[in-house]
């Protein structure tokens, strides 16, 4: 079976460098992957790539065999969402307003959103939480408030495919859980294929089936967690020493950092 993303020798970034060097990389339908690597290494470039935010300098990116620099923006907007790292809204929408923008992609030109419409942003305020901030302005959330009022509007678009670039930076750690459960879950049930940026190796170990592990612009290693988060790989790309166990509970790998000084 082809794969559902296919990322085929890519190079891209800003201005006249490349952040992203030759990186190659499928994402199968049903993943959920996990980028991982230190600050600077093109996470936040590669996902930008995928999403056609920034153009691509080099290679192609396919979606179910068809590139995306082809693809009409509306339908890779109905097929695929990406919720950025940055949080700021430019206007002082109501977060219902804000969700039933996700519904875009699925209206004609000028066509008003229905009752459906409305059901489903509801569905997904409910799901993340926030349906009793949906009179909300957005201006007057938490920043942990707005990042799940943003994830609910990704969902709202119903994508085959979500990115996400660090979704739990923002969140406490109950709401770090409950947002990554949610994800897991509808990864499970429903089928959503989920490409995510997470610094916290342990909860990447913990919710992944996949991990790439990126460096200075290309893949150091892709596999399993226990493939990827070893004390090895980690400490050759983070320049850190750590010790790595196997969680007792989920039977994955578990990091933990050795301080420098005792």
Do not use: W
């Not at 700021?88 to 804000?98: A, C, D, K, P, R």
């Not at 923008?101 to 004609?108: F, N, T």
């Not at 349906?131 to 994830?151: F, N, P």
């Amino acid at each position: 079976m082809s794969a559902l993303l296919s990322i085929n020798n890519v190079s891209g970034g800003y201005y006249k460098e490349d952040v992203i060097k030759g990186v190659s990389l499928d994402v199968k339908e049903g993943d959920f992957l996990v980028i991982i690597g230190p600050n600077g290494s093109g996470k936040t470039t590669l996902l930008r790539l995928a999403t056609r935010v920034i153009p691509l300098r080099k290679g192609e990116i396919l979606y179910k065999d068809k590139n995306i620099s082809a693809m009409d923006l509306k339908e890779f907007c109905r097929r695929t969402a990406f919720v950025s790292q940055d949080i700021s809204i430019g206007f002082s929408f109501t977060v219902m307003e804000l969700v039933l923008m996700g519904r875009i992609p699925h209206l004609k030109r000028l066509q008003f959103e229905g009752k459906r419409d409305m059901e489903i942003a509801r569905e997904k305020l409910f799901l993340t939480d926030t349906l009793s901030l949906k009179d909300k302005r957005i201006d007057e959330l938490s920043a942990g408030e707005r990042q799940r009022v943003i994830i609910a509007r990704a969902l709202a678009q119903e994508p085959e495919l979500l990115f996400l670039d660090e979704p739990t930076s923002h969140l406490d750690i109950g709401h770090q859980v409950q947002t990554l459960d949610l994800l897991k879950k509808l990864n499970r049930k429903n089928g959503l294929t989920i490409v995510m940026i997470l610094h916290d190796l342990n909860l990447a170990s913990a919710y992944s089936n996949r991990i790439a592990l990126l460096d200075k612009g290309a893949i150091f290693k892709e596999g399993k967690p226990e493939e990827v988060l070893t004390y090895q790989n980690i400490e050759a790309v983070y320049k850190t020493i750590v010790l790595v166990n196997n969680n007792s509970i989920t039977g994955k790998p578990n990091v933990v950092l050795v301080p420098g000084e005792k």
